[in-house]
Structure formats: structure tokens, C-alpha cells
């Protein structure tokens, strides 16, 4: 799983890097390439192309789209990282984006990766129909504001220190971490020429996974260590953060991910053998350490 983890890791960061190298240079150059280049597990690339094993994809077919989503993301971590937002010096082992270059930077280097991602799908070299290119577009942009992420995150903020019901931690988490694994899925779908009803099949299989990876980062806030996860543990408990484990116990939440589990690979059961890299990956997530 980590060959795969790294090999996908670095085809998707040397196609950013030739990317970014045709563009005109900036002064936020480098905080973007820091926030995006050469860190993290790149784990929804590997999703992404996990699932055009299933559906016959070549990789290069699904680049832009993996690109795309690692720019979205890392400007996720970046703001995250901020004083206003969860206020981490930390972040893969390194000090996070503003302590390397400031606040400002920082800020204007994650809004400069959210725009990146919209070009990288719209670019020519990303070859598919106009429909399906509309249609990718919508829906990055449905999962990234907020209606997604943005949005999960605002809940995220409000629940600190208040006592939130299953459903509604349940709902902030699948906005805040589980729509962009959401649209990972659905961007395939479209890609292999799925219809309506399949592509909203994957989009809600996406999701479920995007709790799943949500859940074992709670646990590993709980049970991991700071060095292999590359950022300060045991903060949510601190900060009052609303997740499962504070509301009803590690043991619990960790039968309720399990659950979860069970139930996503029953979904990938359909797919057969194609979906052994699938299958691994999601059996990687509940397991990690990092
Ligand atoms: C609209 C994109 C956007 C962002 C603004 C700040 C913010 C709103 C959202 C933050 C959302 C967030 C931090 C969710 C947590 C998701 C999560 C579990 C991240 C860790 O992902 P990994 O483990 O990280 O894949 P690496 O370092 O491996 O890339």
C-alpha cells in the first residue's frame, strides 16, 4: 500500500510541477508548491485512480483530475492551519504554510490553489467533452464551498465546546472531509460515461468513505503518534472539538467505523477483482498510523 501510496504521490506532484513550471511565476509560487508539492499521503489520488482501475481508466486520463483535487485539499490544510481557523504550527512533519511565510501568504496562496484546481480541469490538456468538463466543474465547486467543505468547516468551528447530536457531527464531518472524497467518485463516474443514478451511487459510496477517513483521524487525534502523523495529537479533546469519540466514547466510534467499513466494501463486492486496489485502500484507511 505505501509503494502505491508514494508512486501515485509523485506522478501527481511531477504533473503539478510541469504545470505550475508553463505558468508566468509569482511571489506565491513557492507557499503554493510548499502547501501542495512533495507532502501528504496524496491519498484521494490513489482513490481516484483505485477507481479507474474499476472502470478501465488509464492514469493519465484521471491527472487533472487527481491534481485538481490536491490543490482544493492542500488549500483546505493551509486554512485550517491558520490562528483564525484550528491554529497549528505543524502540519506533514514541517512548520504549516503561515509559519514559513506569513499569514498573508498564506491565505493568498491557498485562495491561489482553489483556483488552480478550476484551471487544471478547465485546461486543454485535460481531454474530454465540454458536458463532461461543465459537469465536473459543477460539481467540484458544489463540494468545495459552502455546500461542502467551507460549509462543513463553519459547523466544525461552531460545534467546539457545544454538545452536538450523532446526526448533526455526522453531517458537518461528511461536508468537511467527506464531500471531496464525494466528488473523487462522481468525477470518475462522469469520466467513465456512468448515468445519473450510478454516478449518484458513487457519490454517496465517496462520501461514506470520506467519513470513514474523518473517523480514523479522529482516532488517531486519540491513539496516534505525533511524529508518524505528522501533526500535534490529542487537540480535539482540548479545543472541545464535537466528533464521535467525544460524544460517545473511542470503543463506540470505533465498532460504529468498523460498521462503516463492512459496509462500503459490501458495496465494492459488485466490482469483483477491479476492485482489489479499492478494497485496500479502504482496509489502509481504518488501519493507518499516518
Ligand atoms: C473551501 C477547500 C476549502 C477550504 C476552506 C479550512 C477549510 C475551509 C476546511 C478545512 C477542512 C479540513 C481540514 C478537513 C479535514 C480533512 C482531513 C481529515 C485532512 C487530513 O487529510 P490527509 O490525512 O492529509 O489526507 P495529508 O497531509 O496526508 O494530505
Redesign the pocket.
Known amino acids: 500500500m505505501k509503494i502505491r501510496l508514494v508512486r501515485n504521490a509523485k506522478k501527481v506532484d511531477k504533473f503539478l510541477i510541469n504545470y505550475l513550471k508553463k505558468q508566468e511565476t509569482s511571489l506565491l509560487i513557492n507557499p503554493m508548491k510548499y502547501g501542495v508539492i512533495s507532502?501528504?499521503?496524496?491519498?484521494r489520488s490513489t482513490i481516484i485512480f483505485d477507481l479507474g482501475k474499476i472502470f478501465k481508466l488509464s492514469k493519465n486520463k484521471l491527472i487533472n483530475i487527481c491534481a485538481a483535487v490536491e490543490c482544493?485539499?492542500s488549500?483546505?490544510?493551509i486554512?485550517?492551519d491558520l490562528p483564525c481557523?484550528d491554529d497549528d504550527a505543524i502540519?506533514?512533519g514541517k512548520p504549516t504554510t503561515h509559519i514559513k511565510f506569513g499569514e498573508a501568504s498564506a491565505v493568498l496562496a491557498g485562495n491561489s490553489l482553489?483556483t488552480l484546481a478550476f484551471e487544471i480541469i478547465a485546461n486543454d490538456n485535460f481531454i474530454i467533452n465540454s458536458k463532461s468538463k461543465n459537469e465536473i466543474i459543477k460539481s467540484l465547486a458544489f463540494c468545495?464551498?459552502h455546500t461542502g467543505?467551507?460549509g462543513?468547516?463553519e459547523l466544525d468551528l461552531k460545534f467546539e465546546k457545544k454538545k452536538k447530536s450523532l446526526k448533526q457531527i455526522e453531517i458537518m464531518q461528511r461536508k468537511?472531509?467527506g464531500k471531496l472524497f464525494n466528488f473523487c467518485f462522481y468525477a470518475v463516474g462522469v469520466i467513465a460515461k456512468k448515468n445519473k443514478k450510478e454516478k449518484n451511487v458513487l457519490s454517496n459510496l465517496g462520501e461514506d468513505v470520506g467519513l470513514l477517513?474523518?473517523l480514523a483521524?479522529d482516532f488517531l487525534d486519540v491513539k496516534g503518534s505525533k511524529n508518524l502523523v505528522?501533526k500535534p495529537i490529542k487537540k480535539d479533546n482540548k479545543k472541545g472539538k464535537s466528533t464521535l469519540i467525544n460524544l460517545m466514547g473511542y470503543e463506540k466510534t470505533y465498532k460504529y467505523a468498523e460498521n462503516l467499513k463492512k459496509n462500503i466494501l459490501l458495496k465494492l463486492k459488485k466490482h469483483g477483482k477491479n476492485a482489489k486496489d479499492l478494497t485496500n485502500t479502504i482496509e489502509f484507511i481504518l488501519g493507518r498510523n499516518f
Open positions: 507532502g501528504g499521503k496524496k491519498i482544493i485539499h488549500y483546505s490544510l486554512h485550517d481557523m502540519r506533514r482553489l468545495s464551498g467543505i467551507a462543513g468547516q468537511k472531509t477517513f474523518q483521524d505528522g
